[in-house]
């Protein structure tokens, strides 16, 4: 019986000619909404968002500008010159140009204009940049390429600048080599002190490569500290499109501001106004290779935390573990103190009275790596560390719950932080990146999203192994794993390669998150972070749009398990490498089962067989569909579909997959009088 809409187009992707679904045996399976073990935590389908790549530039935060903040030349270790037991060389990008103009700017001015990156008037904890002119009809300035703009949409400018004479500035945006005029402004540049100038405009057209010059006119010296431009219906310096997508995907939880970045970070420094905060500047050429190795830090802990509340986000904030305890502990309080102590004090004066409440903190990221640079440990050291920062931390609030930074392939990391830290802590991270995905879509890139729940959860038992055999009082301690993710090469390369996030990489998202929930009780799984949603795997933005890619597609079918009972399925534990991959849990506010399906074979459509026991009885079914109807395209999204639930009696339904499909499946339940 044809129960669903098949696909209309054939697969090239194992090398095989276009051609119809093949049909196979019924996969059948009974689903008992009386057979349940708890209820799914919401947890389990958090995120990260880490300062790299394009994730906050250029992807969540609204600013528009590069290197915006005019910091100086950037040098950074290649530390693959490193794992090849090499020297390690530096790598040296964002260099001032040799007219002496910032990285990704250019000077404008003919002889009587000369440029400078000036270490003596400083501002945001860096150079500033220096226009002089030195005749009176002179004049200068600086101007930045391919700024994208649209006609009709509102911008918010601010510019930070100091003159020593009296000149003039004016700001304009036009199309590429000066022409057309699309927005100007203009002012007396003020005399003394540094001074925000503050306006906004509305470009008279669209252009994706129009150029801002800022420009001086009269003899004298001019400084620019830090130039800033984004859409003014901006969300705390966010991109509102982006932040509504992940709402509609729902963000459970986020862990932020790293991962590898956290290395180099500094929390305090984030409290200063947005312009003022020093750039984080980073020696990990994998981190930020598109900003030159520097964050601008445009995200503080107030923005995250309105990010977080927006969201309706569980936070959980990652320290530097290479700072102090003691800087770690005011972090801590600023957070979560009332207004009565110090830090408590300062949130409510910045306008925030209620404590922010953050539960999970966790102490370091990754600390084994080099890649960590100044925050790398041995496991003695870290668990040291550990108790040190421990202490600090729950002195300002003793409710917190730290994780600690476990190591998933070293049974001696697991055992010195478990026997010399073990009552610091509260939880144990471990991270895990799949085989790598790689844009072409080939029989081994299919066979690893098939099978990578099997080989995900094999490392996740293993971690459970060695920790109960490091210390048995150990055995049931929680495990967060706060970052997971397909391993990409555009990760360690991303000069050499695109990203891309694709059906492949949907397929293995979606077994991913089966396995958790359906492991979750058994090995203690209490939070899961994907990393990471923005670019690099849920959410692709552009500079004037932002949509689901097919792991965003995955997400949000997803979320209908939030809070759901799980339900027990027989046989669920033979089944991970098996093409069907199933999960089903119990809305109780609905009545509902409910399912996620996964068929993983690329050439062949599955029919599921699903029984109802008595004494419930089947009542109205739908199914969501997420078709792979082009495995070709690395990049390609899922068609949604609408699938075809056949009831064929009381207690019994029938849905057919298509090929490399994910399906949601809810069926209304009720009980027989």
């Not at 800033?228 to 509609?248: P, Q, T, W």
């Not at 600690?404 to 802590?425: I, K, N, P, Q, Y």
């Not at 144990?428 to 990578?452: E, F, W």
């Not at 699938?643 to 490399?660: E, F, H």
Request: with cysteine.
């Amino acid at each position: 019986m044809d129960v669903c809409l098949m696909l209309t187009t054939g697969f090239v992707a194992l090398g095989i000619a276009d051609a119809a679904p093949m049909p196979s045996t019924p996969v059948r399976v009974t689903v008992d909404p009386g057979a349940t073990d708890g209820a799914i935590s919401p947890l389990l389908f958090g995120h990260n968002l880490e300062h790299t790549r394009h994730a906050v530039w250029r992807g969540i935060s609204a600013e528009m500008l590069a290197n915006r903040k005019f910091a100086g030349e950037s040098r950074i270790e290649h530390w693959e010159n490193v794992e090849a037991g090499k020297e390690p060389c530096e790598m040296v990008r964002g260099t001032p140009g040799p007219d002496g103009v910032a990285a990704h700017w250019e000077g404008v001015g003919g002889a009587a204009t000369r440029f400078a990156l000036d270490n003596e008037i400083r501002f945001a904890g860096g150079p500033s940049q220096r226009i002089e002119l030195e005749d009176k009809d002179a004049m200068g300035g600086v101007r930045q390429l391919d700024v994208s703009i649209r006609e009709g949409v509102e911008y918010a400018v601010r510019l930070w600048l100091r003159s020593h004479e009296m000149v003039r500035v004016s700001a304009r945006l036009t199309g590429r080599g000066g022409g057309e005029t699309y927005a100007r402004q203009s002012r007396p540049l003020p005399l003394g002190e540094w001074a925000a100038w503050e306006f906004s405009w509305t470009p008279s057209k669209s252009d994706d490569h129009a150029q801002l010059e800022i420009l001086f006119e009269g003899q004298g010296t001019a400084w620019m500290g830090a130039a800033s431009m984004m859409r003014a219906d901006n969300f705390h310096g966010m991109r509102r499109d982006v932040i509504e997508l992940l709402k509609e995907m729902s963000v459970p939880l986020l862990r932020w501001p790293g991962g590898n970045f956290t290395r180099n970070y500094r929390w305090k420094e984030g409290l200063l106004p947005v312009d003022q905060r020093p750039p984080t500047m980073l020696h990990n050429h994998q981190t930020l290779p598109f900003t030159d190795n520097y964050d601008f830090h445009d995200i503080g802990i107030d923005e995250f935390m309105a990010l977080c509340r927006y969201l309706d986000a569980e936070p959980s904030i990652v320290l530097n573990i290479s700072d102090s305890p003691e800087s770690a502990a005011d972090w801590v309080a600023y957070c979560n103190g009332g207004v009565e102590t110090k830090w408590g004090r300062l949130r409510a004066e910045r306008g925030h009275p209620e404590p922010y409440k953050v539960r999970y903190w966790s102490m370091g990221n990754e600390i084994y790596g080099r890649w960590m640079g100044p925050a790398q440990y041995d496991s003695k050291s870290y668990s040291t560390l550990v108790v040190r920062f421990s202490e600090a931390m729950r002195a300002a609030d003793p409710s917190i719950d730290l994780i600690a930074c476990g190591l998933e392939d070293s049974s001696a990391w697991t055992r010195d932080v478990l026997t010399r830290g073990r009552d610091a802590f509260d939880t144990l991270s471990i991270h895990y990146y799949g085989p790598i995905s790689r844009p072409l879509i080939t029989d081994d890139a299919l066979a690893q999203s098939r099978y990578a729940t099997r080989e995900f959860l094999g490392r996740i038992q293993a971690d459970r192994d060695k920790m109960t055999a490091a210390d048995k009082d150990s055995a049931q301690i929680p495990i967060a794993c706060d970052e997971w993710n397909m391993a990409h090469e555009w990760m360690g390369r991303p000069f050499d390669h695109e990203w891309h996030v694709g059906p492949v990489q949907g397929m293995y998202l979606a077994g991913s998150l089966n396995m958790f929930c359906r492991n979750a009780k058994r090995l203690n799984i209490t939070m899961a972070a994907f990393f990471e949603p923005v670019n690099e795997g849920c959410i692709t933005v552009t500079p004037h749009h932002a949509f689901l890619n097919a792991g965003g597609q995955v997400f949000k079918l997803f979320r209908v398990h939030h809070g759901n009972l799980r339900i027990i399925l027989p046989g669920e534990d033979r089944k991970e490498k098996d093409d069907v991959d199933m999960l089903a849990s119990f809305d109780e506010k609905r009545g509902c089962i409910v399912m996620t399906v996964l068929n993983r074979n690329p050439r062949e459509e599955r029919t599921v067989d699903i029984s109802i026991p008595k004494p419930y009885i089947v009542g109205p079914a739908s199914a969501q569909l997420l078709v792979a109807a082009d495995l070709r395209n690395p990049d390609a999204l899922f068609e949604e579909r609408v699938g075809v639930v056949t009831v064929v009696s009381p207690n019994r339904a029938l849905v057919t997959l298509p090929p490399y499909t994910i399906a949601r499946i809810d069926i209304q339940t009720r009980r027989q009088p």
